[in-house]
């Protein structure tokens, strides 16, 4: 099968699930227009904001992809590409789609509040407590690890940074427009449009002014950055951003596509299967955890019931955002996978020791580009721009969903300290902020990460289980999501017990210890989730009208 092919056949499947099984999903989540939305009932103009479906898709898709759908996708190609695709496919119509729906549905049903909420409403308040306290510690971990990557890419390439500054302010001056024009359909059109445009004209322009910084006075900056951007009206500055962005993934999106196709090169990688890396362990569990985003991962379940939820003008819009995103994300893995096939085995292994899966998907793409008339150079640049676009887009996520979860945690506590948690967005973010550049300072999120892919999909299991739990609970058939929650759960708890086990072994106690408590936690959910449904018969929902 050529290259081309894969990929015609891939995303005929992805759409084909939309279409197909998407439509029963829809129908058992009861999807309804006429239920009153969050960003209706709760509208605040700051976290509150009822927003176009176009706009809020460009926001979470966005906000889930980051550089995840190329990184673990590219990497799990050591055990075989066949294997690889399978999952992205399955994994992302009926394990990724439904999660990514279910968190954002379960939420929109819960006054927008996030998975823990959820799950306090179904089964019961230790629960909340303990899911909070590992959503938000894994939070700051990601604001740790990509104020890092991204400083120190920024000193790598001063015109990534030159651009990112440029689209910031572009962001905020499409913001400000937009409330002007947000009702008007064809001066929003025509706004895009220019907005789009500049954005573009602003990838060429940062290479031609590069800003040069140091690694702490960046570091600062972009955690500065993320405190403004997590106070501030999500209609000034995250959503017109995460909007405006999301035409380059779309831009590289169709243009990796054309250039596979016009380019049509030869699959040189064989079609072997490995069940074993000398590097990563065993297909089982080690493919589910690395391929992550590009299929199912525990991260979009935080930013569906975070940030979106509040965003969604009215039920049928989740749609196209939770699914649909989701979908689109699985493409983009597809993509990376095709960008490092058409090299050998042995290229493969060389290029992924040597350069990393960021600048082997950049090259990778950027050859096929460049059959089009594109300059090489100019189209590996734009790949590798429109990454690092992406995780800055994480990082102020990720901020504002610390923010949220930290405020949901204090959220009921009587005593002054907790009330202010809760109430004050400047004050939770600044802790959020001083406990990230504390974890920087300290050098522990270089030592923490290696543990982040399981517990990124523990979050997804655990976000699984809430909602079979709350779907349970308001009698509705939840065979669908309990499927793919027992398989998160055993690929989890199989992958902790071997991290622990080989930390263990290799003294690296710390590690060990994690894992062995997210062990336990998950454990310990399982249990709580069971004993509630034992102890409750079914309840109404709570938050909006279910007809």
């Known amino acids: ?23 029963y999903v829809f129908k058992k989540f009861k999807i309804n227009d006429q239920n009153q939305t969050p960003s209706h009932q709760y509208k605040d103009g700051v976290d509150y904001v009822p927003s176009k479906p176009i706009v809020v898709l460009g926001h979470h898709f966005a906000s889930i992809a980051g550089a995840g759908p190329i990184v673990g996708p590219i990497i799990a190609v050591t055990f075989g590409w066949i294997p690889a695709i399978i999952w992205i496919l399955v994994g992302g119509i009926f394990f990724g789609a439904v999660h990514d729906l279910g968190s954002m549905i379960a939420s929109m049903r819960n006054q927008g509040k996030s998975i823990g909420t959820i799950i306090k409403n179904n089964i019961g308040y230790k629960g909340k407590q303990l899911f909070m306290i590992f959503s938000f510690s894994t939070l700051i971990l990601v604001i740790a ?23 910031i302010g572009l962001a905020v001056a499409f913001g400000f427009v937009n409330k002007f024009v947000a009702d008007k359909k064809r001066l929003f059109i025509i706004v895009s449009i220019i907005g789009v445009a500049l954005m573009y004209y602003f990838v060429y322009l940062g290479m031609q002014i590069p800003f040069e910084l140091n690694y702490e006075l960046w570091l600062y900056i972009l955690l500065a950055y993320a405190f403004i951007a997590s106070v501030t009206p999500v209609s000034l500055l995250l959503q017109p951003r995460d909007y405006l962005n999301s035409f380059l993934l779309y831009g590289l999106i169709i243009f990796a596509t054309m250039g596979i196709f016009y380019a049509n090169p030869e699959i040189k990688m064989d079609t072997q299967v490995n069940i074993t890396s000398e590097n990563l362990g065993y297909l089982f569990p080690v493919l589910f955890v690395t391929i992550a985003c590009g299929a199912i991962s525990g991260f979009h379940s935080l930013v569906a019931s975070g940030t979106t939820s509040k965003q969604i003008d009215k039920e049928g819009d989740a749609k196209v955002v939770g699914f649909g995103g989701m979908l689109i994300e699985s493409f983009l893995a597809i993509i990376s996978v095709a960008a490092v096939i058409i090299l050998s085995r042995e290229e493969y292994a060389s290029s992924l020791s040597l350069k990393g899966p960021v600048t082997m998907f950049s090259d990778g793409l950027g050859s096929m580009m460049a059959t089009l008339g594109i300059p090489e150079q100019m189209a590996v640049s734009f790949v590798a721009l429109t990454v690092s676009a992406f995780a800055l887009t994480t990082l102020d996520t990720c901020t504002r969903l610390a923010r949220f979860t930290l405020q949901e945690y204090f959220e009921g506590v009587e005593n002054p300290v907790g009330k202010q948690l809760s109430e004050n967005r400047f004050l939770s973010t600044g802790i959020v902020v001083v406990l990230s550049i504390l974890l920087i300072r300290s050098g522990g999120f270089t030592t923490l990460w290696p543990i982040f892919g399981s517990a990124n999909q523990l979050l997804a299991a655990l976000a699984l289980l809430a909602i079979a739990v709350w779907l349970i609970n308001i009698n509705v058939n939840a065979t669908f999501v309990l499927i793919p929650m027992f398989f998160m759960f055993t690929v989890t708890l199989t992958s902790l017990g071997i991290f622990a086990w080989k930390n263990f072994q290799e003294e690296a106690y710390v590690l060990s210890v994690i894992a062995a408590v997210l062990f336990v936690l998950s454990v310990v959910l399982i249990i709580l989730a069971r004993k509630s449904l034992e102890q409750k018969s079914p309840i109404p929902e709570t938050g909006s009208s279910f007809k």
């Not at 092919?5 to 998407?22: D, E, K, N, R, V």
């Not at 690890?145 to 991204?150: E, G, K, L, Q, T």
């Not at 120190?152 to 990534?160: A, R």
């Open 1 to 23: 099968m050529t290259l081309p092919a894969i990929l015609l056949l891939s995303g005929l499947i992805l759409l084909g699930a939309y279409l197909l099984y998407g439509k």
């Open 145 to 167: 690890v990509f104020a890092d990557i991204i400083a120190k890419t920024f000193i790598n390439n001063p015109g990534v940074a030159s651009a990112s500054i440029l689209f």
